[in-house]
Structure formats: C-alpha cells, structure tokens
C-alpha cells in the first residue's frame, strides 16, 4: 500500500510526530485530496494544547486545506480528478438535527470538525466529503490556504457585525488581514487593535489601509459600531465594550478564549451586544468565495515545510507570525 508523509497528534500537550501512513481510500460520497498547502490556525494551537473537548486520537490536524481531487468515492457528483478543491473545517454535518433544518449547520448536533474529529491537512494526502468541499479558482495554493478558515471565520463574524461602518478588530493575525481588506473594499472604516507595543502588526494593518491601528490597551479615538474580537483574550471583552457606540455589538470569532472578567452591566447597557462565531455554514463559504472573485483579497503567508510543523505552531503562539502561517506539500 502506497504510502504518505503526515504529521500526528498523538496526545494533547505532545508535539506533533512526522509518521508515514497508508494513503486512505475515499469511501462512499468521498474524496481524496492531494494536498498543495494547510493553513495553520489558532484552532490547531487549541487542539495541540488539550483546549478542545474529546479530539480524534491520533488526528492529523489542519482545516485549511488547499489541494487536488485524486480519488473519487462512489457517488460523488460535481467533483473531477484533478480539481483544485478547499476543504474547510466544517467537515461534515447531519443534515437531520433542528440546527441543519434551520439553515444553522454550523450548529448542527452531530458534526465532523475536519483536522480535529476526522483527519485534516497535514498530510500528503486527505479524505474529505465532497459535499462540504468548496471548488476553488486556480492560482497559489499557498495564497488561498487562509482564506479556508481565516477567511471563512472573518467573513461570518463580518456578517454578525452588521452594517457597521467603523469596525473595530482586536487581534490582527490571519483572519483580520483578510477581513481589513473585504471591510475596506466595502468602504468601512477599519480600526485594528494589537497586543500592546507590537509596532510590526500596526505597522502591518497600517499598509492594509486601517484608518487607525494602536495598542488594544489604548481607547478607541471614535466610538465604534462594531467590534469583531479575533484574540483568544477575555480581557479584551470588556475593553471591546467599551469601545462600541449604543447599540454596539461585539462578535467573539475564536473556538476558544481566556476567561472574560467581571464588568460593570453600564457597559453592556444601551442594547450592546456580546456575540460569538461558530464555525461556518457551506453558504458563508459560497459568499466568501463570491465576493472575492469581485473583490480580490491578497494574503500575506510565511511558508514552512510540512515536517515544520511544529515550529510554524511555535511562532503563531508567540505572535511572531506576520499574516498566516501554511505548510507546504
Ligand atoms: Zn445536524
Ligand atoms: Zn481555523
């Protein structure tokens, strides 16, 4: 049996191992997938670290997966060999429960998390279900990687945002470039908040045309319709709050944050609202890739080899990373 290079958690807490598996067969309704290049997420960094409740173990992780069709399933329709595909971390939903009946997949009882409850992107080659796969256009496999969960997660916390025209983003890493450039080109005004004193990410958001980037110890200079929390930071909630205008919402992106402290209910007050983002629902997918081939974004990534996965982890922990980080095939 012909075989292939993945990296594998093997435990929580453990770093990842480089084991040469079995190619997988695509069962019915699957693909497989040769991969081109895997996104690394913060979601990746919960899972390795034991944050994320009951993972697949062992589990190859990575949901931000760029990569070709070269197997098909039995009854799989809509899908060719050799077709650029992006394969998201909705990896697949019940399509029974009141959630999926509701349009709400992304909240549906009995799903499959691709990279952390079936195996993801790190990895020569991947299954996949075809019907959660999304068909993507040609070009660098590298530049797209984020757009599959950075960019998937950014545009629904967008979406929650609503029509906000001055839009706050707490934690400027791989999502919020992505989304600072859609906002921009929808003519809202961003206003990008990064951990105190990181000069190089305000600088960063500052080229990407923010209308003003600072320390996310600092106030707001105007008050805000929204704010959009991508930093896994519970103490930014409150600051988010109050920098929000009446009416104000603030939509939590992340799978996972640090506990948020007490705050004083005058700060929720005047119909603010705290909201979190789960996951994605195949129709987000289809409006992301629908206004970027209106509205193309450019993604800023710094390439590591699939055997580096643990040190691209290492970077994205300590902030070092400038964009998004992606392995490649
Ligand atoms: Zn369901
Ligand atoms: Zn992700």
């Known amino acids: 049996m012909a075989g292939m ?9 453990r770093p990842l191992r480089l084991a040469e598996l079995a190619i997988p067969t695509p069962g019915p309704g699957e693909v497989l997938v040769k991969v081109l290049a895997c996104g690394v997420c913060r979601t990746d960094l919960h899972l390795v670290d034991g944050e994320l409740p009951e993972p697949k173990l062992p589990v190859v992780p990575g949901h931000e997966i760029v990569g070709e069709v070269a197997g098909l399933g039995a009854g799989v329709a809509g899908l060719a060999i050799g077709q650029r595909v992006g394969v998201p971390w909705l990896g697949r939903t019940c399509g029974v429960c009141r959630f999926c009946r509701s349009q709400r997949e992304n909240l549906c009882d009995d799903p499959l998390f691709t990279g952390y409850t079936r195996d993801g992107g790190y990895a ?35 979406r929650m945002a609503g029509e906000a025209k001055r ?6 890493g791989a999502a919020a470039h ?9 003519g809202r005004e961003v206003y990008a908040f990064t951990r105190p004193g990181d000069r190089a990410a305000q600088a960063f958001a500052r080229r990407l045309g923010v209308a003003w980037a600072g320390g996310s110890d600092e106030p707001a200079p105007v008050p805000l319709d929204a704010a959009i929390v991508f930093a896994p930071v519970g103490a930014l909630v409150p600051a988010a709050l109050r920098a929000v205008d009446k009416g ?5 992106g992340g799978i996972h944050m640090s506990d948020i402290p007490a705050f004083p209910y005058r700060i929720l007050w005047e119909e603010r609202v705290v909201r979190s983002v789960a996951n994605l629902t195949r129709a987000d997918g289809l409006g992301l890739f629908d206004k970027l081939a209106r509205t193309p974004v450019a993604t800023e990534t710094v390439r590591y080899p699939l ?9 994205l922990r300590d902030g070092r990373l400038q964009g998004a980080a992606v392995l490649i095939l």
């Open 5 to 13: 290079r993945a990296m594998l958690l093997e435990a929580p807490g």
């Open 124 to 158: 020569e080659y991947t299954l996949a279900d075809a019907r959660y796969c999304f068909p993507l256009p040609p070009g660098d496999p590298v530049a797209q990687a984020p757009l599959l969960c950075a960019g998937l997660i950014g545009f629904r916390a967008y």
């Open 167 to 172: 839009l706050g983003i707490y934690g400027f």
């Open 178 to 186: 992505i989304l600072a450039q859609i906002a921009r080109a929808d």
């Open 248 to 252: 104000g919402v603030v939509v939590l």
């Open 307 to 315: 055997e580096a996965a643990n040190e691209a982890l290492a970077a």
